[in-house]
């Protein structure tokens, strides 16, 4: 037989009501030692983010590979603001990165060039080639159209034509000789028949005698082949004078290029620089005539065509001699922090855009786009996680960026564009910059345990805190950010009062007494909330009644669920009694959170029991509308009841428990409590009081454990009572271990102090079952047994006789 516990003393019937001063806790406007924000400075530093911060300035002090930061925590605790305000610190700090820009390769390589200068340089090197471009329009026409160049040419092209002359003269004479002449045509040189010195039509020649005209044929023939031979000399002699036309035109054009590139390149000391100025000056040699206004003049097209139709069709295109300034930091202190809220492919890691041309895509190198991270390069990146992993392919390729420490521009295709008969691959640029992700803790822990790259390329994380410990400091730190706050929204300032009623509503958000929230977005909003109330008022300041008055407004705008759900009851939709007592039956408490409203609700949970084997049915998992905490909660009532009750013998009942008129999902294990109540209320057969409502969950012990929403959850039970009338007996079952996190709502606290509503605080089950029956629940016995009259020992007397008919039905005797 198994060892019995020790007798002890039986402890259900000492609780008592919890004292007011432990359902709220109060701030007082007398110790915070000021009458206003006003006499308050600005805050200056970051109150409750101690591990965050240093996690901060550790990722930014380390210069190596794979230490960028990934900041999680959850939304409205200031993460942007602490990060920006340390990366723009850091920053100023940091050295001014150089300026990028893509130019034209000026060879066979069609990759845009990538230069990289100092700070500043790419509008400079921009502006002078524009200068020089622009000169070079002006000069080299003028140059081509002035006398000394065309008088040059004039002799060249005379000089050749004598040539020519000289090379037909021999075989003209002897044309003559045979009555034929040597004519010059455009596409060669012709013979024609002369009679009395004059060429003969073809019409006339048609009608000549036959003999006459078959002599003159063969003429023709004998002094065709000597014009041939005499011609074969003339593409010769048209080479030497095209050569010398081609040295004309160096030689003026050099006289122009060469002195403007040499004051250029004189004024750029940087080799990279100078070195594509020579390839520039080459290409302006190889390309005179696109300076030219001879074939500016033919057709006008516009600028966005003019490289398609020049590759094709030999149209002037100055474009190529453009400097495409892909980022600059002229005039910037530091380095940059760039902050993106749209990740896109493009956005992140720049683009190249095309336009439309007939009826084809065409780009060049001055349409390439800086993204995010190469205006970002040489500083700090900031991205929402999110918002990045929801972009295709932008995570795939920042990772790769990180990974080789340069950047390259994706394929239009990449990024959901369309495949074009032109496309670029401009050069990559070095990439040295630190990329801060923020995002929240479950992101965060997903995409680490689904992506081993994370931890790879982000050895930092920065964990921010939702709340912080409620010390003197830390009060008068939040009054101060309270001050700072006000000033920076440019709200009214906050008087003494109003701070303390804030900092109560923030004990509240963090959900424990003894600590106080971070989430500077709700504190924000309640301020502006207020300070709209106060105006209303006609007030200069924030004071406690425009908080409370706030607080009242927003609970009403977002109420209509709540009040909805509590109206079905004040009519009798929903049966949920606040009075009166019933066997089996409890009501039980739960949160309902939809977007931002937060309100609770009343349950009611029934227990019936049987013969049986012992199985406790869930109705709600057995229709599928329990989840998998709920069921473990009810799995621990089975243990719970057979640990107590069936050490000795099986127990020979079987139980349903449900959720009375509840036809949604249920998660949590926040009712066992009250179903181990209802179950044991069963079994005794003593009723449960209906004005008590029970929130709690239960180990195998019989121990109440801690439950969240336990504010919302009493504010529920006594809204409703309210609205009936509150009849000085109801009250809330709560754990003793969510005392501290109870900052219930003034008017509760006051009825409370009236003695018109209670809130009581239990340890474990026997607790609960007391307060619920009004009897003691009993304890151990020297003899193992029960207490006589006690709730477990009516359970065990109830057991007993299950047990003795299931044995009569087995025929067991």
């Not at 930014?60 to 602490?82: M, S």
């Not at 991270?373 to 996680?385: C, D, P, Q, R």
């Not at 909660?633 to 349903?656: C, D, M, N, Y």
């Not at 605080?761 to 304890?779: H, I, K, N, Y």
């Amino acid at each position: 037989m198994a060892p019995r516990p020790a007798p002890r003393p039986d402890p259900s019937a000492a609780v008592e009501p919890l004292p007011v001063e432990h359902l709220r806790w109060t701030c007082d406007p007398a110790t915070l030692g000021f009458a206003s924000t006003e006499d308050l400075p600005d805050i200056d530093r970051i109150i409750g983010q101690d591990r965050a911060v240093q996690a901060i300035r550790f990722a930014i002090g380390v210069r190596h590979h794979g230490y960028n930061l990934f900041a999680l925590g959850p939304g409205g605790v200031g993460k942007h603001h602490v990060l920006r305000r340390f990366l723009e610190q850091e920053a100023r700090q940091c050295p001014v990165p150089g300026d990028w820009c893509y130019v034209h390769p000026m060879g066979e390589d069609t990759a845009p060039r990538a230069l990289g200068l100092p700070a500043g340089e790419g509008p400079r090197l921009r502006d002078d080639v524009a200068k020089l471009v622009a000169s070079l329009k002006v000069a080299l026409p003028a140059a081509f159209e002035g006398d000394d160049y065309l008088s040059r040419r004039q002799r060249l092209r005379a000089q050749a034509e004598k040539d020519e002359e000289a090379a037909l003269a021999e075989v003209k004479v002897e044309a003559r000789a045979h009555d034929l002449v040597v004519l010059r045509a455009e596409d060669g040189v012709v013979l024609a028949p002369l009679k009395d010195g004059e060429v003969i039509p073809n019409e006339q020649f048609e009608t000549l005698p036959t003999a006459e005209r078959e002599h003159i044929e063969a003429e023709l023939a004998v002094m065709s082949d000597r014009v041939y031979e005499a011609v074969r000399r003339l593409p010769s002699l048209k080479k030497k004078a095209a050569e010398a036309q081609a040295e004309l035109d160096r030689e003026v054009g050099q006289a122009v290029v060469g002195p403007a590139f040499a004051e250029l390149r004189a004024a750029w000391a940087h080799d990279e620089v100078r070195d594509w100025l020579h390839r520039f000056e080459q290409d302006v040699m190889a390309n005179l005539p696109r300076f030219l206004p001879a074939a500016e003049d033919e057709v006008e097209l516009p600028e966005a065509l003019e490289q398609a139709v020049a590759e094709e069709g030999g149209w002037v295109d100055l474009r190529r001699y453009k400097v495409n300034v892909l980022v600059s930091h002229q005039g910037r202190q530091g380095a940059p922090v760039v902050r993106e809220d749209d990740p896109t492919l493009g956005n992140l890691l720049g683009r190249v855009e095309h336009v439309a041309a007939f009826g084809a895509l065409t780009t060049d190198f001055t349409r390439i786009r800086p993204g995010a991270l190469h205006k970002a390069n040489g500083g700090f990146l900031l991205l929402e996680a999110r918002r990045l992993l929801e972009e295709p392919l932008a995570w795939e390729h920042l990772k790769q960026a990180l990974r080789h420490s340069e950047l390259r521009i994706p394929s239009p295709s990449l990024a959901g564009g369309v495949v074009t008969a032109i496309t670029l691959e401009p050069q990559p640029i070095p990439l040295q910059v630190k990329v801060v992700l923020v995002g929240e803790r479950l992101l965060y822990y997903l995409l680490n345990e689904g992506d081993p790259e994370l931890s790879r390329l982000f050895k930092v994380t920065a964990d921010f805190e939702e709340d912080m410990p409620r010390t003197a400091e830390s009060q008068a730190m939040a009054a101060r950010l309270l001050a700072t706050l006000a000033r920076e929204e440019s709200l009214r300032p906050l008087d003494a009062s109003a701070v303390a009623r804030t900092l109560e509503e923030s004990v509240r958000l963090a959900g424990d007494q003894g600590r106080l929230s971070t989430h500077v977005e709700s504190l924000v909003d309640l301020l502006r909330e207020a300070d709209h109330a106060a105006g209303l008022a006609g007030r200069s300041r924030i004071e406690a009644q425009d908080v409370a008055s706030a607080l009242k407004a927003r609970r009403y705008r977002e109420g209509r669920l709540e009040e909805r759900t509590r109206r079905q009851v004040l009519e009798g939709l929903v049966r949920l009694p606040t009075e009166g007592q019933a066997v089996g039956e409890v009501n039980g408490l739960a949160v309902l959170e939809l977007g931002r409203t937060i309100f609770g609700q009343a349950t009611r949970l029934g227990a019936r029991v049987r013969l049986g084997d012992g199985d406790i049915v869930d109705i709600e998992h057995e229709v599928e509308l329990g989840g998998p905490i709920h069921s473990k909660g009810v799995h621990i009532l089975k243990g719970f009841l057979g640990g107590r009750f069936g050490s000795e013998s099986p127990l020979s009942f079987s139980a349903t428990v449900a959720f009375e008129q509840s036809y949604g999902e249920v998660e949590g294990d926040s009712a066992s409590l009250a179903e181990t109540c209802a179950l044991l209320s069963a079994l005794a057969e003593l009723p449960l009081r209906q004005d008590l409502a029970v929130t709690g969950s239960v180990d195998q012990q019989g121990r109440v454990q801690a439950v969240g929403g336990v504010n919302e959850k009493v504010e529920g039970w006594y809204d409703l009572c309210a609205a009936r009338g509150l009849s000085g007996t109801q009250g809330v079952i709560v754990p003793r271990a969510t005392v501290p996190a109870l900052q219930l709502r003034p008017d509760l606290v006051q009825a409370a102090r009236e003695g018109r509503f209670a809130v009581y605080a239990v340890e474990d089950v026997d607790q609960a079952v007391a307060l619920l029956t009004g009897v003691p629940a009993g304890r151990r016995t020297a003899r193992g047994g029960w207490t006589r009259g006690s709730v477990n020992a009516r359970v065990a007397a109830r057991l007993a006789r299950m047990t003795e008919l299931a044995r009569s039905d087995r025929g067991e005797g």
